[in-house]
Each structure stands twice: as structure tokens, then as C-alpha cells.
């Protein structure tokens, strides 16, 4: 039976063995698995554990930069602030610094000039083409925060002083612009307001600018006039305006119609336009440029302030009133004893020559009631300045010349200080002060005359020989070659037989009262004014669309609400007219309308009564685009433009 045996032992033997090696290679290749998997699942959580530090590390390097960029803007801002005074002194760009943000610091943080300022033609921006004093600055901006994470950015900008007597035309508050006879104007027109356009027949040549809207209507009550038109300088026409930011609110779609109609000349807040900074530190109120010296003024303000860079400073002391033959009047009225006259006192810096006595009474003569102002409805107490005498006195000498002059007024609470004759002289028993410019066709040389009184303007102004010159003051208005003060106030030898019997307190006169209800305005002739006005104007007090304003949107409001706008900015007292109604006589203007405050003497507002307008030609002063030709004392308007802005490590 031996040979019956299975050598290597049993088939069943065979078999488990097999299993038990399939079984083992399972095992191994199980294990081989997980360790695969578990490899790969180690990776992606390392990779995943990457990504998120990834993440966080472009975070708050992303924030850092934000920080550094933040830090940029924030001087870019005070730069603007620093440039109120259109001066950047090295203290102001040394005291610009980062601002406070949590969990950032600045370490490397200032504002460097770039070599030194030029005058310039601007280049870039809304206002490219007019001449500034330019600075170019470098702001550095390196922020950290408290992880080590840093980064900087350099911002590069122009800080440009722009003289505010090269535009045409320039508003601080709403610009409105309603003109009845044609007025074609040159020049840039700016508002830091918004503008109000609705006319037959105006034509503007130049770009028109404003942070706010403009709207094709007027601001006192709902009246649209289709004969607006702005020139487009590709096309070489001009092209009427028939939309506003009312009609087409979006930006983007507002800045398109401009562009198709007047290659972008007319810009408001759609394009991000700025507002023009005044000449003044933050809070000064505007009227400061025309105020007299007062020894709480800052040095910002003293830099700026026509009173403080007046090289003759007059002042008429009305509270100290002396004999008339002393106190430089006109002719003394045929009574006796005559009336008194304010205290004339002329003061020249830097060791000027003064005139004598009698040149200061020749320069500057005194008249109590001197003419009715209309739209004022009062009698004006007026202080002459004779150009022609001044022009005598200054002959070509160039140590008398006078380049900037202010006239301060001193006006006493009362009238109670006068005596009899000088209380009879003033007609409406008011003191109403006020400087006129007469004899003024030519100037002695470039002049400059303020006050923060009313100007008027009789006759011809720099018309021969044409120099640099600007006249500022509360209100500005102009009286013809044919005004006549004799035309334009009651008799003199009746009214003072008329108010003799008056009480210091008592009302004026009733024979006063008629003569007014009685006055009728007189004729004018063309007149040429060339010069630069600064002064206050008269604004219409609300939008009749606005749901709050007292007005309806009719012209019940039209009377004694209308402000009059840019076409009576400048005013009259005339009937500028000829023969007929449709015969308009000219006035001629050659200069800048600048206004950058609301009036604060003359407040009467425009009724149409007491004038008849003439036909306009106004025109911007191209000379004034010359920096060597602006007027004596022009204030600057700071303007900021980024140039560009890079990373920097």
C-alpha cells in the first residue's frame, strides 16, 4: 500500500496553503493602500494647510495695503486743505501726517516737494489750459501692522495755485445765469454751487464746471428757455443745451450726452468735478477778503486780505466828524453853518510817500446823499475817488505808484452825532456808505481798489490804455458816461428847507417818501468797464423744485425773490435804452466775475423796476491768462491732481 502515498503532502494541504498566501498578499496590499491613502490625504491636508496660511498672508498683506494706500489719500486731502491760501509753506507739508487707523502703524510716512514750483499752463484735468503756480509733491505712505506685515505706496500729485481772476466767471455759491438781452460770454465758467441756465439768446465759448448739478431751468420758478447754447470745440458750433442733471441723473449717462454735444464742456459732479478751494483757512467765511485789517486776523488771513496787502489804506471815520472844508467834501451845500464830514486819514506801507492835505481832498471827496440807488431804495453817502487826481499825483513816479488800495469805513450806531445841517444832509436819515470810482478812464498804473463797502463804477473804467485792475466790495454796480447825480436825488435847497424841522429820531421826510415814489430811472449811454470784480452778490434763496422752498414753481415769487444772477451781478441803475424799448444801448465788460460770497450791505434784490438792462457784451480779460498780467492782490483757488500712484517695497 506504500505506493499509494502522496509525496509533498495532501491536495487539501495544497489548496490551504495557496489560500493562506492570497490571503497575505491581500494584507500586504491593504496595508500598501493606507499607506498610499494616508500619504495622499497627509498632502492635501498640508496642501489645504498651505493654502489657508496662503490666504491669510494675502489678507493681511492685502489690508496692509489698503492701510498704505489709505495713508496716501488722507494727505492728499490735507495737501488740499494746505493749499487753501494757494501757498504751500514747508511748515504745512510737515505737518501733514498718517492718519489713525486701529491695528496699523506708520513708520515711514511724509510729503516732499519735487524740486520747485513753476508757473505753469495746466496740462491735466477740467481746468487744463489756465496758468497756475505749481508744485509737484511726492507723498510716501509705509504701513504695518502687528503681524511684521508691511507695504507702502507713493502717490505723486500737483498742487496748483490757481489765480481766480482767470476765469471768466466764478461762483462760490449757485450760479444763475437768466439773461433777457443777448449776452455772449468768453471765458471758463466755474460754481462751486450748482448752476441754474435758462435764456433765448446766451452763448457760452468755454468750458462750464461744477462739483454739483446743472439744470436747464430757473432756480426761482419753473421756466425752461431753449436758447442756451454751449460751444463744442471739435465741431467749431454751438450746440443748444436741452438736457440737465434732472433729465439725465445717471453719471455715466449724463457724461455721455455731454461728450456727443459738447465734447464734455459742460461737467458737473458726473464727472467727479472738484470744488475750487478759497483762498482762506477752513471756517473763515469768504467776506474776509474784503475786510478791513483786524489785529485778531490770522497769518493765512493777513496773506490773502486785500486791506492787509494795500500798499494806501484810507480810512473815513464817520464817527469823528469834522468841519467840511476840513474833511475833503465837494462843494458845501449853499447853507450855513454847512454840514460836517467824515475824517479822512491815508496810511502807506513800507515807508511809501504820502500825499499832502490837500492831494488827499483832491483824491478823496465826501458827499452825504449823493444819489438814489433804485434797487436798494436808499440814498447812498459816497465817497469819490478821483482816478484822474490820483493818476496827477503819481505822475511817473514809480514810489507813488498805488497798486492796491482800501478804504475802510468807520459808521457810528447813531446819527445823534451830528449837528443839525449834517442830520438835514442826510436825506433818509440814514448813513448808507459807499466808494465811486469817477475820472477813471485811464490809471495811473496796475490798480487794485477794495472795500467791503458798496463800488460803483461812473463812466468809463480803464478804457484808454488798458492795465491790470480789479475792484472788489460788497456789490458791484455800474452807472453810464451820462449818470447825473443831480438826475438821481431830490433838490438840495429843498430838501433841506423840507427836513429842517425834522427829529433826530423822526422818519424821513413825506416830501422825501414822494420824491421817491415819484424818482424815474434816467438814460443811459454805452460805457466800457476793464476790469476784474470781486464782490458779494444777491442769491435767489431756494430751488422753487425743492419741496421745502416757499416758492410754487410759478412767478409769484418772481418779484423781490429772484436774485437777479450772473447777468445783474454786476448792476444798473439806468434805463439802457435808446429811442425804443428794442434799442438797447451797450455795456461793455472786459474782466473776470468772481463772487465768493453772499452780499452782506447790499441785500435789495431784483425787482426789474428800477433799470432797463442793456445789451451785454461781456467778455473774459485773455490777458488775465498771463501771470504777469493779473491784477495787484488776485487770490488763488488751490487744486489737487493726482498724477499717479505706484506700489512701493
Same mark, same amino acid.
Given at each position: 500500500?506504500?505506493?499509494?502515498?502522496?509525496?509533498?503532502?495532501?491536495?487539501?494541504?495544497?489548496?490551504?496553503?495557496?489560500?493562506?498566501?492570497?490571503?497575505?498578499?491581500?494584507?500586504?496590499?491593504?496595508?500598501?493602500?493606507?499607506?498610499?491613502?494616508?500619504?495622499?490625504?497627509?498632502?492635501?491636508?498640508?496642501?489645504?494647510?498651505?493654502?489657508?496660511?496662503?490666504?491669510?498672508?494675502?489678507?493681511?498683506?492685502?489690508?496692509?495695503?489698503?492701510?498704505?494706500?489709505?495713508?496716501?489719500?488722507?494727505?492728499?486731502?490735507?495737501?488740499?486743505?494746505?493749499?487753501?491760501?494757494?501757498?504751500?509753506?514747508?511748515?504745512?507739508?510737515?505737518?501733514?501726517?498718517?492718519?489713525?487707523?486701529?491695528?496699523?502703524?506708520?513708520?515711514?510716512?511724509?510729503?516732499?516737494?519735487?524740486?520747485?514750483?513753476?508757473?505753469?499752463?495746466?496740462?491735466?484735468?477740467?481746468?487744463?489750459?489756465?496758468?497756475?503756480?505749481?508744485?509737484?509733491?511726492?507723498?510716501?505712505?509705509?504701513?504695518?501692522?502687528?503681524?511684521?506685515?508691511?507695504?507702502?505706496?507713493?502717490?505723486?500729485?500737483?498742487?496748483?495755485?490757481?489765480?481766480?481772476?482767470?476765469?471768466?466767471?466764478?461762483?462760490?455759491?449757485?450760479?444763475?445765469?437768466?439773461?433777457?438781452?443777448?449776452?455772449?460770454?468768453?471765458?471758463?465758467?466755474?460754481?462751486?454751487?450748482?448752476?441754474?441756465?435758462?435764456?433765448?439768446?446766451?452763448?457760452?465759448?468755454?468750458?462750464?464746471?461744477?462739483?454739483?448739478?446743472?439744470?436747464?431751468?430757473?432756480?426761482?420758478?419753473?421756466?425752461?428757455?431753449?436758447?442756451?447754447?454751449?460751444?463744442?470745440?471739435?465741431?467749431?458750433?454751438?450746440?443748444?443745451?436741452?438736457?440737465?442733471?434732472?433729465?439725465?441723473?445717471?453719471?455715466?449717462?449724463?457724461?455721455?450726452?455731454?461728450?456727443?454735444?459738447?465734447?464734455?464742456?459742460?461737467?458737473?459732479?458726473?464727472?467727479?468735478?472738484?470744488?475750487?478751494?478759497?483762498?482762506?483757512?477752513?471756517?473763515?467765511?469768504?467776506?474776509?477778503?474784503?475786510?478791513?485789517?483786524?489785529?485778531?486776523?490770522?497769518?493765512?488771513?493777513?496773506?490773502?486780505?486785500?486791506?492787509?496787502?494795500?500798499?494806501?489804506?484810507?480810512?473815513?471815520?464817520?464817527?469823528?466828524?469834522?468841519?467840511?472844508?476840513?474833511?475833503?467834501?465837494?462843494?458845501?451845500?449853499?447853507?450855513?453853518?454847512?454840514?460836517?464830514?467824515?475824517?479822512?486819514?491815508?496810511?502807506?506801507?513800507?515807508?511809501?510817500?504820502?500825499?499832502?492835505?490837500?492831494?488827499?481832498?483832491?483824491?478823496?471827496?465826501?458827499?452825504?446823499?449823493?444819489?438814489?440807488?433804485? +434797487?436798494?431804495? !436808499?440814498?447812498?453817502?459816497?465817497?469819490?475817488?478821483?482816478?484822474? #487826481?490820483? =493818476?496827477? /499825483? *503819481?505822475?511817473?513816479? $514809480?514810489?507813488?505808484?498805488?497798486?492796491?488800495?482800501?478804504?475802510?469805513?468807520?459808521?457810528?450806531?447813531?446819527?445823534?452825532?451830528?449837528?443839525?445841517?449834517?442830520?438835514?444832509?442826510?436825506?433818509?436819515?440814514?448813513?448808507?456808505?459807499?466808494?465811486?470810482?469817477?475820472?477813471?478812464?485811464?490809471?495811473?498804473?496796475?490798480?487794485?481798489?477794495?472795500?467791503?463797502?458798496?463800488?460803483?463804477?461812473?463812466?468809463?473804467?480803464?478804457?484808454?490804455?488798458?492795465?491790470?485792475?480789479?475792484?472788489?466790495?460788497?456789490?458791484?454796480?455800474?452807472?453810464?458816461?451820462?449818470?447825473?447825480?443831480?438826475?438821481?436825488?431830490?433838490?438840495?435847497?429843498?430838501?433841506? +428847507?423840507?427836513? !429842517?424841522?425834522?427829529?433826530?429820531?423822526?422818519?424821513?421826510?413825506? #416830501?422825501? =417818501?414822494? /420824491? *421817491?415814489?415819484?424818482? $424815474?430811472?434816467?438814460?443811459?449811454?454805452?460805457?466800457?468797464?476793464?476790469?476784474?470784480?470781486?464782490?458779494?452778490?444777491?442769491?435767489?434763496?431756494?430751488?422753487?423744485?425743492?419741496?421745502?422752498?416757499?416758492?410754487?414753481?410759478?412767478?409769484?415769487?418772481?418779484?423781490?425773490?429772484?436774485?437777479?444772477?450772473?447777468?445783474?451781478?454786476?448792476?444798473?441803475?439806468?434805463?439802457?435804452?435808446?429811442?425804443?424799448?428794442?434799442?438797447?444801448?451797450?455795456?461793455?465788460?472786459?474782466?473776470?466775475?468772481?463772487?465768493?460770497?453772499?452780499?452782506?450791505?447790499?441785500?435789495?434784490?431784483?425787482?426789474?423796476?428800477?433799470?432797463?438792462?442793456?445789451?451785454?457784451?461781456?467778455?473774459?480779460?485773455?490777458?488775465?491768462?498771463?501771470?504777469?498780467?493779473?491784477?495787484?492782490?488776485?487770490?488763488?483757488?488751490?487744486?489737487?491732481?493726482?498724477?499717479?500712484?505706484?506700489?512701493?517695497?
Amino acid at each position: 500500500m506504500a505506493r499509494h502515498k502522496m509525496v509533498g503532502g495532501s491536495r487539501l494541504d495544497r489548496v490551504t496553503s495557496r489560500v493562506e498566501d492570497r490571503r497575505g498578499l491581500a494584507l500586504v496590499a491593504t496595508l500598501l493602500v493606507l499607506t498610499v491613502m494616508a500619504v495622499l490625504v497627509a498632502a492635501a491636508v498640508k496642501a489645504s494647510m498651505t493654502t489657508v496660511r496662503t490666504s491669510g498672508m494675502e489678507y493681511h498683506e492685502a489690508r496692509v495695503f489698503y492701510a498704505a494706500e489709505a495713508g496716501a489719500e488722507a494727505a492728499l486731502s490735507q495737501l488740499k486743505l494746505a493749499l487753501q491760501d494757494g501757498y504751500l509753506s514747508d511748515s504745512e507739508l510737515a505737518g501733514i501726517g498718517p492718519p489713525a487707523l486701529e491695528e496699523f502703524s506708520f513708520d515711514s510716512f511724509s510729503v516732499q516737494r519735487i524740486d520747485t514750483a513753476v508757473v505753469e499752463e495746466i496740462s491735466d484735468g477740467p481746468y487744463s489750459g489756465l496758468w497756475a503756480l505749481t508744485q509737484n509733491v511726492d507723498v510716501y505712505s509705509l504701513a504695518a501692522d502687528p503681524a511684521g506685515n508691511t507695504s507702502g505706496v507713493v502717490l505723486a500729485a500737483k498742487a496748483q495755485a490757481i489765480p481766480i481772476f482767470q476765469f471768466g466767471v466764478f461762483f462760490e455759491e449757485d450760479l444763475e445765469a437768466t439773461n433777457g438781452p443777448p449776452m455772449t460770454f468768453v471765458g471758463r465758467v466755474h460754481s462751486n454751487g450748482n448752476i441754474y441756465l435758462s435764456s433765448n439768446n446766451a452763448w457760452y465759448l468755454e468750458m462750464i464746471t461744477t462739483p454739483g448739478k446743472a439744470f436747464h431751468n430757473r432756480k426761482d420758478h419753473k421756466l425752461v428757455l431753449d436758447g442756451v447754447y454751449i460751444f463744442n470745440p471739435v465741431s467749431a458750433d454751438s450746440v443748444r443745451l436741452d438736457f440737465d442733471s434732472r433729465s439725465i441723473p445717471g453719471a455715466e449717462a449724463f457724461k455721455a450726452e455731454s461728450w456727443a454735444k459738447f465734447n464734455a464742456q459742460l461737467r458737473t459732479d458726473a464727472f467727479d468735478t472738484d470744488s475750487l478751494r478759497l483762498p482762506l483757512p477752513e471756517g473763515v467765511p469768504a467776506v474776509e477778503l474784503v475786510r478791513p485789517r483786524e489785529s485778531s486776523d490770522t497769518e493765512s488771513e493777513r496773506s490773502v486780505k486785500f486791506a492787509w496787502n494795500a500798499d494806501m489804506y484810507v480810512t473815513v471815520d464817520l464817527g469823528n466828524p469834522t468841519r467840511y472844508e476840513d474833511g475833503c467834501g465837494v462843494t458845501p451845500p449853499p447853507v450855513s453853518p454847512p454840514p460836517q464830514a467824515p475824517t479822512i486819514t491815508v496810511q502807506r506801507s513800507g515807508g511809501r510817500v504820502v500825499p499832502g492835505a490837500s492831494t488827499i481832498c483832491k483824491m478823496f471827496q465826501w458827499d452825504w446823499s449823493a444819489f438814489f440807488d433804485g +434797487r436798494e431804495e !436808499e440814498l447812498k453817502d459816497v465817497l469819490d475817488v478821483n482816478v484822474d #487826481e490820483i =493818476d496827477k /499825483w *503819481v505822475g511817473a513816479d $514809480t514810489s507813488r505808484a498805488i497798486e492796491i488800495l482800501y478804504i475802510e469805513f468807520i459808521v457810528p450806531p447813531t446819527i445823534g452825532i451830528y449837528n443839525d445841517m449834517t442830520r438835514a444832509a442826510l436825506l433818509d436819515f440814514e448813513v448808507n456808505p459807499a466808494i465811486r470810482t469817477i475820472e477813471a478812464a485811464e490809471l495811473p498804473n496796475r490798480m487794485t481798489i477794495a472795500t467791503e463797502f458798496p463800488v460803483y463804477v461812473h463812466g468809463d473804467y480803464n478804457s484808454y490804455d488798458k492795465k491790470p485792475a480789479a475792484l472788489a466790495g460788497d456789490g458791484i454796480s455800474f452807472l453810464s458816461n451820462n449818470w447825473d447825480d443831480a438826475e438821481n436825488r431830490p433838490g438840495t435847497t429843498t430838501v433841506f +428847507r423840507l427836513c !429842517e424841522d425834522e427829529t433826530i429820531a423822526g422818519d424821513p421826510c413825506g #416830501e422825501y =417818501d414822494m /420824491w *421817491v415814489n415819484n424818482w $424815474t430811472r434816467q438814460n443811459a449811454t454805452e460805457t466800457t468797464i476793464n476790469a476784474a470784480v470781486l464782490a458779494g452778490h444777491w442769491p435767489t434763496p431756494c430751488d422753487w423744485y425743492d419741496p421745502s422752498c416757499p416758492a410754487d414753481g410759478s412767478d409769484t415769487y418772481y418779484n423781490n425773490w429772484y436774485g437777479g444772477g450772473l447777468e445783474n451781478f454786476p448792476r444798473f441803475l439806468e434805463r439802457w435804452r435808446g429811442a425804443s424799448e428794442s434799442d438797447y444801448i451797450i455795456c461793455r465788460f472786459l474782466g473776470s466775475l468772481v463772487s465768493p460770497f453772499t452780499s452782506q450791505k447790499t441785500t435789495g434784490t431784483w425787482n426789474g423796476y428800477y433799470y432797463r438792462p442793456p445789451q451785454r457784451e461781456w467778455s473774459f480779460d485773455t490777458d488775465f491768462r498771463d501771470p504777469k498780467k493779473l491784477p495787484p492782490g488776485t487770490p488763488n483757488v488751490g487744486y489737487v491732481l493726482r498724477t499717479a500712484m505706484r506700489e512701493a517695497f
